[in-house]
């Protein structure tokens, strides 16, 4: 048997977490505390979250690398997203480390993603810290917590080894760790010295030839594509001629025309790199994720990157209303295709069909949330196009109908407990824990097919006016659980192009909830509220008062309407029927009817 070696200056890991549990801003506190900014240095909060979208947000979106040096040794940290929708950014990341740093809130302790990016690093037999952070809350019940961590690992068949994990207790916006709760420390030393200490170095093989799997894809404006992965095995040096092998064996040369390593949250160019390292190189114009760069002599590939199937599916396509083209860069088909396409090789949990019709597509992932962003991103970048309904991905298992069901977990103030249990009732959802700690809050968890959630979470907001968490977490397939009445509401749908009229929609407000304020632009098949009953209404919100010259007291009082909650994307997906589509440009969302003539309807 072959013997490895090891490379004891250098520490591969990744940060692991639910979603707002602490990730990114315990990476701001590595950084700072390493010397990876210079003295005086303006630098933002959260500096990993680079997007603008998970600026405003709040959230990870996209797995991104830095790296640190503590002592003689270089630590490389993947700060991982920890929304559900994006559990294909972690799978992708898992690849490139050898050890994970598990984050936990010392009052909420582990939630589904927690579970999730767990048995996922459990799998990959990584080796893993697990940090209590937050414990500076409230509400904090870190020795409740640490036994609910445990309850997990054991839950997710962890091996003896693996449950033998270090604990260290933390508050990262502070920057401070501790091995104990009873001495908090001053900074982050004890997090350093047990990443050094507990997370095994990068192995290689001393004789075999250079490899490298691709695990993130970059771009610069100089250098075009950046291929960005783990060395397994050898090294490079800048220059050298080599192989990419593809997912159906193809190859294709790759001249690795410049080298470059981490170095804070900077690229460093560098002439050689050896095993162990994460790599950036730049000269792989055909690369994907998932693809091996090895030795042109010896080509030989690694196993690539697997992720979870995808359960919901998006149709997108041209925008054909009568405001086609007036507020987007991007409006053919052909644009829209390439920009998917592209979307693709970064995101590995993406996939894209095109459809028969040439005028559209079909998007597979997640969840509604992953489709928001992309299109919000699209949104932005000068695209103009409509989607319909999100679409359940079903499964036939022995000529039965199966469909994917996710495990929710809800925390909520007990008064609400009844609304929540209904609702979720209505949509095949069957409660299966129920938690009081007798806090005013409760957590209850149930089992609910993927479909019973779609344009639920609006619903839930309003029903726990705002005070309640959801989250979820796919448990798998099973048999079809029934029809769900979806919403129960029809649509105001403008019955002329015009724009909105302030007496028009204070007429009209008896019918319904309205989407739209006076002096907007509509079209004929545009929806413009939302109706009281079940069927749809035809409706003139461009007629204005008639003006004559016979007076009454009383007659010509101001008009006040209500206000209009603005449309975000998440809120239009989740709302629309199967006939219906939203309508994206990048200065509206707009909500209309597939069929727009209403004699056609």
Not at 107 to 131: M, W, Y
Not at 252 to 261: C, E, F, G
Not at 384 to 404: A, D, M, T, Y
Request: net charge negative; charged share 30%.
């Amino acid at each position: 048997m072959k013997q490895h070696q090891s490379r004891s200056d250098i520490r591969n890991i990744a940060i692991i977490a639910h979603v707002d549990h602490g990730k990114t801003t315990l990476v701001d506190a590595l950084l700072k505390q390493s010397g990876s900014f210079r003295d005086g240095k303006h630098v933002e909060d959260r500096v990993m979250d680079s997007m603008d979208l998970e600026r405003e947000r709040g959230i990870t979106i996209s797995a991104k690398n830095c790296s640190v040096y503590y002592q003689d040794t270089k630590i490389n940290i993947l700060d991982t997203p920890g929304h559900a929708d994006f559990g294909g950014e972690v799978e992708r990341a898992l690849q490139m480390v050898d050890g994970v740093v598990l984050l936990v809130d010392a009052a909420e302790g582990p939630l589904p993603q927690t579970r999730f990016v767990l048995g996922k690093a459990l799998q990959a037999n990584l080796a893993t810290i697990v940090l209590i952070n937050k414990i500076d809350r409230k509400d904090a019940r870190p020795q409740e917590v640490l036994s609910e961590v445990y309850d997990l690992f054991i839950d997710l068949d962890a091996n003896d080894e693996q449950i033998e994990f270090p604990v260290l207790y933390a508050v990262g916006r502070d920057g401070v760790a501790s091995e104990t709760l009873e001495q908090m420390g001053t900074d982050l030393k004890p997090l350093f010295d047990a990443i050094v200490r507990h997370m095994p170095a990068p192995e290689y093989d001393p004789e075999a030839s250079f490899q490298m799997l691709v695990s993130n894809l970059g771009y610069s404006d100089f250098m075009g594509r950046l291929a960005i992965g783990k060395v397994v095995n050898g090294s490079v040096k800048k220059s050298d001629s080599l192989v990419a092998i593809h997912h159906d064996g193809r190859t294709s040369a790759v001249r690795a025309s410049s080298l470059q390593v981490y170095r804070g949250v900077q690229f460093e160019p560098v002439d050689r790199i050896d095993a162990g390292e994460i790599a950036i190189i730049s000269g792989a114009e055909s690369i994907e994720i998932g693809d091996t760069i090895c030795n042109k002599e010896a080509p030989r590939a690694l196993r690539r990157v697997s992720v979870d199937e995808p359960t919901i599916s998006m149709r997108f396509s041209v925008n054909n209303s009568p405001f086609s083209g007036l507020e987007g860069q991007y409006v053919q088909s052909t644009r829209i295709g390439e920009r998917l396409k592209k979307e693709t090789l970064m995101n590995v949990a993406l996939r894209v069909i095109e459809n028969d019709d040439s005028e559209s597509f079909t998007v597979e992932g997640r969840g509604e949330f992953q489709m928001a962003i992309l299109l919000e991103s699209m949104r932005r970048e000068g695209f103009e196009l409509s989607v319909g309904r999100p679409q359940i991905i079903f499964k036939e298992k022995n000529g039965e109908k199966h469909e994917p069901i996710e495990h929710v977990f809800i925390d909520c103030a007990e008064e609400y407990t009844g609304v929540v249990t209904e609702k979720l009732a209505l949509r095949k959802g069957k409660m299966i824990n129920l938690v009081n700690h007798g806090s005013g809050r409760v957590r209850l968890e149930f089992s609910i097919p993927s479909r019973g959630l779609i344009g639920y979470r609006t619903e839930f907001l309003t029903d726990t006016r705002g005070t309640g968490l959801m989250n979820a977490i796919l448990d798998g397939y099973e048999l079809f659980r029934g029809e769900i009445d979806s919403r129960s509401t029809g649509s105001l749908v403008a019955d002329r192009r015009g724009q909105t009229v302030a007496y028009a929609l204070f007429h009209l407000e008896p019918r319904g909830e309205m989407l739209v304020g006076p002096g907007v632009d509509v079209y004929e098949g545009m929806i413009v509220g939302e109706h009281n009953r079940d069927n749809d209404l035809n409706v003139n919100v461009c007629k204005g008062k008639k003006l004559t010259n016979v007076r009454a007291s009383g007659k010509d009082d101001a008009i006040t309407l209500r206000p209009v909650t603005p449309l975000t994307l998440e809120r239009a997906i989740e709302f629309i029927k199967d006939d219906e589509l939203v309508e994206i440009t990048p200065k509206n969302i707009r909500l209309r009817k597939r069929i727009l003539a209403a004699n056609m309807r």
